[in-house]
T-cell receptor
Framework: ETGVTQSPTHLIKTRGQQVTLRCSSQSGHNTVSWYQQALGQGPQFIFQYYREEENGRGNFPPRFSGLQFPNYSSELNVNALELDDSALYLC?????????????????FGAGSRLTVL | AQSVTQLDSHVSVSEGTPVLLRCNYSSSYSPSLFWYVQHPNKGLQLLLK??????LVKGINGFEAEFKKSETSFHLTKPSAHMSDAAEYFCVVILSASKIIFGSGTRLSIRP
């Protein structure tokens, strides 16, 4: 059983640029969620994808967008990068049995992509 | 409003002594509650979860947590701390697909 893998592990961008982060979900999982973890803080929920559609979103602006592919892998795209976007971005996969809204879903996390915006 | 509060940002205990990491939640109905641990440069790992079954939940590595609805608490405990327990711990509430809330974390240090 493969876990959740994220790429790249580290990257540096400049303000105003765009970035794409990638996530491969754990085998058998059909739901992916993304989180932003600033230094010294807890992860903040960005959004969740189920069956290739966004089905939940936290308090993040539209320049944070995503995709989920038929193989359940996912991308997080951030446009017009700002200095405050510097953070560890975490991806988590889970299995939703027929309905995406279930508090019983266990999230399996990747190790994260650390983004630095200069 | 729904929220999660971890009452201590840092807890330090001696090896072999009990651990208590406190978490309170605010919700208009019974949520699903989780504790995750984050070791440096590693992903978050599930310790245990509560999903309206038994109120005392046992997790991995000797950790357990008790759901107390009357106190809206879900504190994490371990009878005897080990050096390998040093990490950041997060209490998590999942209310729906758009309501996944992490606490601010508690850093656990273990003194030899």
């Amino acid at each position: 059983e493969t876990g959740v893998t994220q790429s790249p592990t580290h990257l540096i961008k400049t303000r105003g640029q765009q970035v794409t982060l990638r996530c491969s979900s754990q085998s058998g999982h059909n739901t992916v969620s993304w989180y932003q973890q600033a230094l010294g803080q807890g992860p903040q929920f960005i959004f969740q994808y189920y069956r290739e559609e966004e089905n939940g979103r936290g308090n993040f602006p539209p320049r944070f967008s995503g995709l989920q592919f038929p193989n359940y892998s996912s991308e997080l795209n951030v446009n017009a990068l700002e200095l405050d976007d510097s953070a560890l971005y975490l991806c988590a996969s889970s299995f939703a049995g027929g309905h995406p809204i279930s508090g019983a879903n266990v999230l399996t996390f990747g190790a994260g992509s650390r983004l630095t915006v200069l | 409003a729904q929220s999660v509060t971890q009452l201590d940002s840092h807890v330090s205990v001696s090896e072999g002594t009990p651990v208590l990491l406190r978490c309170n939640y605010s919700s208009s109905y019974s949520p699903s509650l989780f504790w995750y641990v984050q070791h440096p440069n590693k992903g978050l790992q599930l310790l245990l979860k509560y999903t309206s079954a038994a109120t005392l939940v046992k997790g991995i590595n000797g950790f357990e947590a008790e759901f107390k609805k009357s106190e809206t608490s879900f504190h994490l405990t371990k009878p005897s701390a080990h050096m390998s327990d040093a990490a950041e711990y997060f209490c998590v509430v999942i209310l729906s697909a758009s309501k996944i809330i992490f606490g601010s974390g508690t850093r656990l240090s273990i003194r030899p």
